[in-house]
């Protein structure tokens, strides 16, 4: 199932240096970030998998299994099995930065 969203499907991680406003910023995981303490990420694939990666014990990220689907407009609907769904908009995407504001879903 190809998205509609042309590069979102690949695991993103949570540059939060550059997070502005309401807005989170993603780099893809390959990215060269600066030193953290453990950095979170979400990852979107093709077949409507999702994972969030959420920085655990000793900063190790674990993953937290999910689906997503496109929504109306530049928006993403998410849930994860850890439960709760949320709203993703997408502010921006490109090859190497997806920047979105999270919403509680409508």
Not at 24 to 47: K, L
Not at 56 to 84: I, K, L, M, Y
């Amino acid at each position: 199932m190809p998205t509609p969203l042309p590069g979102l499907a690949k695991r993103w991680m949570h540059s939060f240096e550059e997070d502005h406003g309401d807005v989170a910023v993603y780099r893809p995981s390959d990215y060269a970030f600066p030193p953290a303490r453990g950095r979170d990420g979400i990852e979107f694939s093709d077949d409507g998998s999702f994972t969030e990666w959420a920085v655990g014990r000793g900063d190790a990220r674990e993953p937290v299994p999910g689906r997503w689907e496109t929504a109306a407009g530049d928006t993403v609907a998410v849930s994860t099995d850890r439960g709760g769904q949320q709203v993703l908009e997408v502010v921006h995407l490109g090859p190497d930065r997806l920047e979105v504001r999270r919403r509680a879903d409508d």
